[in-house]
């Protein structure tokens, strides 16, 4: 069974199905940023992914995601999780982006600078990390750009 964590601001369940199959199950958050360091909802994340037998977890964002978006324009609210943590994303790699030529790419590299998040607090968590470093889950990374899936390349997290 495969997991896909996905912004439900970016993309519809029908794309999801055509990308990776109807076998899957979806766990919405915004931006695709799960808040894996809040003990509860770690703990869920964990029991759910052991309770549906998760062999891979993919991680997905759009060049659509109006929270992205958002959180570029500094039009973030500070009372969720993810725009905190996609303004603290914003804030280590502003150099970087601010270096790019206009508001696509800037995204463009938003979008792989919060799936290397995402996928490296996946990879840390307590249960799930876990798995994924036995090898038991497979965790993959995609984006939608331009209308076209693509599989995005993620560090090696464990050297």
């Not at 799960?34 to 029991?47: C, I, T």
């Not at 798995?131 to 693509?150: A, M, W």
Request: hydrophobic fraction near 45%; aromatic fraction near 10%; proline fraction near 2%.
């Amino acid at each position: 069974m495969k997991l896909v964590v996905a912004c439900p601001e970016c993309t519809i369940e029908k794309d999801l199905t055509d990308f990776f199959g109807s076998d899957i199950r979806i766990v919405s958050a915004l931006a695709g940023l799960l808040e894996l360091d809040a003990f509860e909802y770690a703990e869920s994340f964990n029991s759910f992914v052991g309770n549906e037998a998760i062999e891979e977890i993919i991680v997905f964002v759009s060049d659509q995601c109006k929270v992205l978006e958002d959180s570029m324009l500094g039009n973030s609210n500070q009372n969720i999780s993810s725009f905190r943590m996609l303004d603290e994303i914003i804030l280590t790699n502003k150099k970087e982006l601010l270096s790019l030529p206009d508001r696509k790419h800037r995204l463009n590299r938003l979008m792989g600078f919060t799936l290397n998040k995402e996928a490296a607090d996946i990879a840390h968590s307590s249960f799930v990390g876990a798995k994924v470093q036995e090898g038991d889950i497979l965790l993959r990374t995609f984006y939608k750009i331009d209308g076209d899936l693509v599989e995005y390349s993620f560090p090696n997290f464990w050297d």
